[in-house]
C-alpha cells in the first residue's frame, strides 16, 4: 500500500510502513520508524502542508526500473560514482549507519528483518570503524 499522510505519527514523529509483500507474516504486516534523519523532518513537514488529503500518497508510486533511472540522474547530477547494486548498498549504508548510534535489534526491526540477516547480508565495514578499532585498547583486537 502507499504510504499516506495518516502514516505520520506527528506527536511521535513515526511513521507506520505498512508491507503487503510481509503480510502473512505473524508481526511483520508493518512497522513502526522514527522520523530521525534531521534533513528529513522539514522536508515532510513542508510536503505536509502543500497536502491534498490526509489518504493521499507522500509519495508516489515509481516502479522499480523508473525509480532506478531517477536515483542515476541524481547520482550523476550530483557527480557521485554509481555503486554496484545500487539499492542493496543504499540499505547496507543505512543499516550500517542506524547500527553506529543504535542496537541492532532495534535496527533490524526499523528495516524489517532479523538481525541473523542484517549481520549476513547488510552491516558492512567502514573506514571509521577500522580507525576505531586501531587506537582500542588491545585486549579488544585478541592480544
Known amino acids: 500500500d502507499a504510504l499516506t499522510w495518516r502514516d505520520v505519527d506527528w506527536a511521535r514523529l513515526q511513521i507506520t510502513i505498512r508491507s503487503k509483500k510481509n503480510e502473512h507474516h505473524k508481526n511483520q504486516a508493518f ?3 522514527p522520523i530521525s534523519h534531521p534533513d528529513v523532518l522539514p522536508v515532510l513537514k513542508r510536503e505536509y502542508e502543500q497536502r491534498q488529503a490526509d489518504d493521499s500518497p ?4 515509481i516502479s522499480g526500473a523508473a525509480l532506478r533511472r531517477r536515483a542515476l540522474r541524481w ?4 557527480g557521485l560514482q554509481v555503486w554496484p547494486q545500487l539499492f ?15 542496537p541492532s535489534h532495534v535496527v533490524a526491526a526499523y528495516f524489517g528483518h532479523s538481525e541473523a540477516i542484517s549481520m549476513a547480508n547488510y552491516r558492512m565495514q567502514t573506514a571509521s570503524h577500522a580507525e576505531a578499532f586501531a587506537s582500542a ?3 579488544l583486537k585478541g592480544a
Open 88 to 102: 542493496v548498498n543504499f540499505r547496507r549504508s543505512a543499516i550500517t549507519d542506524a547500527c553506529n548510534v543504535l
Open 58 to 61: 507522500i509519495v508516489p508510486r
Open 31 to 33: 512497522r513502526v520508524c
Open 137 to 139: 585498547p588491545s585486549m
Open 75 to 78: 547520482l550523476g547530477r550530483a
